[in-house]
């Protein structure tokens, strides 16, 4: 399986400012997705981070707010932009399909970054 | 990918077997039922996946009906850090895929 870190763990932010969230796999993976938790739902989709390209982005989402970086198959960031108390959550950041296939196409998660915004 | 419907909230005796239920009626054949948990404050852990066979592993076991429209995720010592929300989702397996998940099944494990 694939293990994946997620920095800062937890922070509490500023409204108005930004903060970028990094996520690095220890293996190369073919695909990485951003989700997001409000407190007391379920997980939301983001985005799936593309390797070299333009991130792909869920409706309701836009890339000003949550631009996403990918530069290559093992680390990926997210930034939350200009936020509001509204952003407070869990970001989570997701991968899988490892290049050589030893782990099969099973998507592994991080433990999460908590954002508070105050 | 198809529906998948799932109780909100169960409740199990520990050292019981813990059985989750999950609707999939509308599933195609090549999709795979998929199986996530997650324990408070942390990501969602991986448990199992199957497509038309029975599975087990060290965690748990997944029985798949023989139409497939319906799968049951068996815990078969429950344990008081089984406590958690369970979901499960239906997907193609064509290379590692999005998960949308739904509203889970919150499992509460009791002493």
């Known amino acids: 399986s694939a293990v994946i870190s997620q920095k800062p763990s937890r922070d509490i932010c500023q409204r108005g400012t930004s903060l970028t969230i990094q996520c690095q796999v220890d293996?190369?993976?073919?695909?990485m997705f951003w989700y997001r938790q409000q407190p007391g739902q379920s997980l939301t989709l983001i985005a799936t981070?593309?390797?070299?390209?333009?991130?792909?982005?869920e409706s309701g989402f836009v890339i000003d707010k949550f631009p996403i970086s990918r530069p290559n198959l093992t680390f990926s960031t997210l930034t939350v932009s200009n936020m509001s108390p509204e952003d407070s959550s869990i970001y989570l950041c997701?991968?899988?399909?490892?290049?050589?296939?030893?782990?099969?196409?099973?998507?592994?998660f991080g433990e999460g970054s908590w954002l508070t915004v105050v | 990918d198809a529906k998948t419907t799932q109780p909100p909230s169960m409740d199990c005796a520990e050292g019981r077997a813990a059985n989750l239920p999950c609707n999939h009626s509308t599933i195609s054949g090549n999709e795979y039922v998929y199986w996530y948990r997650q324990i408070h404050s942390q990501g969602p852990q991986y448990i199992i996946h199957g497509l038309k066979n029975n599975e087990t592993n060290e965690m748990a076991s997944l029985i798949i009906t023989e139409d497939r429209k319906s799968s049951t995720l068996i815990l078969p010592h429950a344990t008081l850090r089984d406590t958690a929300v369970y979901y499960c989702i239906a997907l193609f397996d064509q290379g590692a895929q999005k998960l949308v998940f739904g509203q889970g099944t919150r499992l509460t494990i009791n002493p």
């Open positions: 293996s190369q993976v073919t695909m």
């Open positions: 997701s991968a899988g399909g490892a290049r050589d296939r030893t782990s099969g196409n099973t998507i592994y």
């Open positions: 981070a593309n390797q070299g390209s333009e991130a792909t982005y």
